[in-house]
């Protein structure tokens, strides 16, 4: 099975300042099919988790465009330009390349 | 609107089965995959099962193989999973997920409880 890693498992951040997170994988994420099928997921306290970015950096839309995604082959960041107080919560990665599709064990953020 | 309503968790004893639905609305539902996503109690996320968008696949987590089924009804928009020999283990919010690759809509989960 993927292994996926993530760092750090718990991030306090400053309001207005930037945050990066970051997602690895234990093989290529490379699909036979030429796409990375590597997500990133918000889970807000108490709500179930809701699609940010798919395929690296395809932001969803209604996500404000200050997170973004970058990477490839094994390594992944997330990084929100400038963190909003409605950004706690934990945010995960999961890839849908190889079965199992696997999670990312999540990045709890919070504000310092 | 998108609207994914999950329905069925309760508690259960350890070695009986349950079946969770999934109703959807607000799109069209045979042209998706869909998964089921669980989360045991203050931990994270962990893939179940998928289901094509046709039925003509289904694939599960080594954990769940053998003891579930995802299943789906294209006349009623809905999917299913029955869970038999249901374990401690097995105890978690079950997420009804659309979207084969994107995971991109999710319910707000139905609660099993599996005591020994």
């Known amino acids: 099975d993927v292994v996926m890693t993530q760092t750090p498992l718990s991030s306090p951040v400053t309001l207005g300042q930037p945050a990066s997170f970051s997602c690895r994988s234990s093989?290529?994420?490379?699909?036979?099919?030429?796409?990375?099928?590597l997500s990133w997921l918000q889970q807000r306290p108490g709500q179930p988790p809701k699609l940010l970015i798919n395929k690296i950096s395809d932001r969803v839309s209604g996500v404000p465009d200050r997170f973004s995604g970058s990477g490839a082959g094994t390594d992944f960041t997330l990084r929100i330009s400038r963190v909003e107080a409605e950004d706690v919560g934990v945010y995960y990665c999961?890839?849908?390349?190889?079965?199992?599709?696997?999670f990312g064990p999540g990045t709890m953020v919070d504000i310092k | 609107q998108v609207q994914l309503v999950e329905s069925g968790g309760g508690v259960v004893q350890s070695g009986r089965s349950l079946r969770l639905s999934c109703a959807t609305s607000?799109?069209?539902?045979?042209?998706?995959?869909f998964h089921w996503v669980r989360q045991a109690p203050g931990k994270g996320l962990e893939w179940v099962a998928l289901?094509?968008?046709?039925?003509?696949?289904?694939y599960y987590s080594d954990s769940v193989k053998g003891r579930f089924t995802i299943s789906r009804d294209t006349s009623k928009n809905t999917v299913f999973l029955q869970m038999n020999s249901l374990r401690v283990e097995d105890t978690a919010v079950y997420f009804c997920?659309?979207?084969?690759?994107?995971?991109?809509?999710w319910g707000q989960g139905t609660t099993v409880i599996v005591s020994s």
């Open positions: 997920v659309r979207d084969t690759y994107k995971f991109n809509a």
């Open positions: 999961v890839q849908a390349t190889h079965f199992p599709f696997t």
């Open positions: 093989q290529s994420l490379v699909h036979s099919d030429g796409n990375t099928y």
């Open positions: 607000g799109f069209t539902f045979s042209i998706y995959g």
């Open positions: 289901i094509w968008y046709d039925g003509s696949y289904t």
